[in-house]
Every structure is written in structure tokens, then in C-alpha cells.
């Protein structure tokens, strides 16, 4: 079974400019989450959907960070502008949905991004 | 509020030691507690999950125990190996009055073992 795929793996860009990444979960995974992972901390969560639909995004700073999830497969989180404090590592999970129950979390590599 | 706290921040082990990690959580109503296991510049890899019924549950030489009534989990290590080197997360998710979920992470356990 393939894993999460996320792109680009690394990034580096000035701040105030824009930067995409990319997530193809699980195959039949109807979840999928985005985290933002500052180093030496946990985890945050951005913005969790269901199928395409926004379950959570409470955490996503909205004026810059942008997320889609068009046919419930493939997603998107952009960042626009960059500020220095986006530095850090994305990590795209996926679940199944099991009686209700978003069940274990299957997490891709992440795309490290470093804002100078 | 719902928090999830990790202890030790870090830990220094010889190979071949055992050690002991804590989490211990105020999440309500609680719904699942996974304990992931996360290599320098990779994802977490989950290594337990443990429901409300669920006292104790072992993946080799991993082995975690929940206690639901003091809100307080363990993640016990045998026998280190080099590769044990890594953090440790403690994820616990509760069930929101909505219906849906919402999932808490710890801020990790980073363990060094060394040669």
C-alpha cells in the first residue's frame, strides 16, 4: 500500500512571497489533515477535511493560509505572504472514517519550509 | 481545556537500557490515545492505539499502558537499540459535542540512545 505522498520535501523562500504544497493521501482515506510543525514542538493541526469538506480549520490562520481539497483525493495548503514564523515542517496525515471514528492517522514526510 | 503533557522534554539512555515515557492528558470525553514514534525529518509512525477499555497493548519491545481514571499513559521501551533514537508523541482524541473529533498532540519526548 503506498503512503502519503507530499511535495516538494524542502522549500526555501524570502518572506512576503507565496509557496504551495501538495498531498496525495492514502487510496480510500476520507480524511486528511494538514499539521504545521515548529521544531522541538508537537504537531498543530491547520485544517482537517472530510472528503472535501472542511471538518476543522479553527487553528489555520486564515489571512494567509489557504487550503483545498477538490474531488476528496489530492489537497493543497498555499501560504501568501510568507512571514519568518511560517518556518517549519508540513505534515500531511490521512485516515479512514470507521463507525464514525477518524482511526489511525497515516502521516507523509512533510515539506521542511524555511521563510529568510 | 483539552491539553496533552509529556514528560521527560528529553532523555539520554545507554543501549540495551529500558526507559519509561509519561503522558499524561485532561482531554474529555476521551475517545483514543496513540503513542507515535517520530525519526528526525520524517513523519510520526503510530506504534499503539488504545481505546477507553484498554488498559495495556505491546508492538515488540514497545509497550503502552493507559490508565482512563487518572488520565495518565506510559510508553515503556525494552532493551534499547541505536534506532530507538527518536521522538515520541503522545496523541489523545476526544469526541466533540458537535459529533465530530478532535485530536490533541503532545509536544514529544525526544529520547537519545547512545553506543
Known amino acids: 500500500e503506498a503512503g502519503v505522498a507530499q511535495s516538494p520535501r524542502y522549500k526555501i523562500i524570502e518572506k512576503r512571497q507565496s509557496v504551495a504544497f501538495w498531498c496525495n493521501p492514502i487510496?480510500?482515506?476520507?480524511?486528511l489533515y494538514w499539521y504545521q510543525q515548529i521544531l522541538g514542538q508537537g504537531p498543530k493541526l491547520l485544517i482537517q477535511?472530510?472528503?472535501?469538506?472542511?471538518?476543522?480549520d479553527s487553528q489555520l490562520p486564515k489571512d494567509r493560509f489557504s487550503a483545498e481539497r477538490l474531488k476528496g483525493v489530492d489537497s493543497t495548503l498555499k501560504i501568501q505572504p510568507a512571514k519568518l514564523e511560517d518556518s517549519a515542517v508540513y505534515l500531511c496525515?490521512?485516515?479512514?472514517?470507521?463507525?464514525?471514528?477518524?482511526?489511525?492517522?497515516?502521516f507523509g514526510p512533510g515539506t521542511r519550509l524555511t521563510v529568510t | 481545556k483539552n491539553q496533552v503533557e509529556q514528560s521527560p522534554q528529553s532523555l539520554i539512555i545507554l543501549e540495551g537500557k529500558n526507559c519509561t515515557l509519561q503522558?499524561?492528558?485532561?482531554?474529555?470525553?476521551?475517545?483514543?490515545l496513540r503513542w507515535y514514534k517520530q525519526d528526525t525529518g520524517r513523519g510520526p509512525v503510530s506504534l499503539t492505539i488504545?481505546?477507553?477499555?484498554?488498559n495495556t497493548k505491546s508492538n515488540g519491545r514497545y509497550t503502552a499502558t493507559l490508565d482512563a481514571d487518572t488520565k495518565q499513559s506510559s510508553l515503556h521501551i525494552t532493551a534499547s537499540q541505536l534506532s530507538d533514537s527518536a521522538s515520541y508523541i503522545c496523541?489523545?482524541?476526544?469526541?466533540?459535542?458537535?459529533?465530530?473529533?478532535?485530536?490533541?498532540f503532545g509536544a514529544g519526548t525526544r529520547l537519545f540512545v547512545k553506543a
Open positions: 487510496s480510500g482515506h476520507a480524511t
Open positions: 503522558c499524561n492528558y485532561t482531554v474529555s470525553p476521551f475517545s483514543n
Open positions: 496525515a490521512s485516515s479512514l472514517f470507521r463507525n464514525g471514528n477518524p482511526y489511525e492517522q497515516y
Open positions: 496523541v489523545v482524541s476526544a469526541m466533540m459535542p458537535t459529533g465530530g473529533f478532535k485530536t490533541i
Open positions: 477535511f472530510q472528503n472535501n469538506g472542511v471538518v476543522d
Open positions: 488504545m481505546t477507553f477499555s484498554e
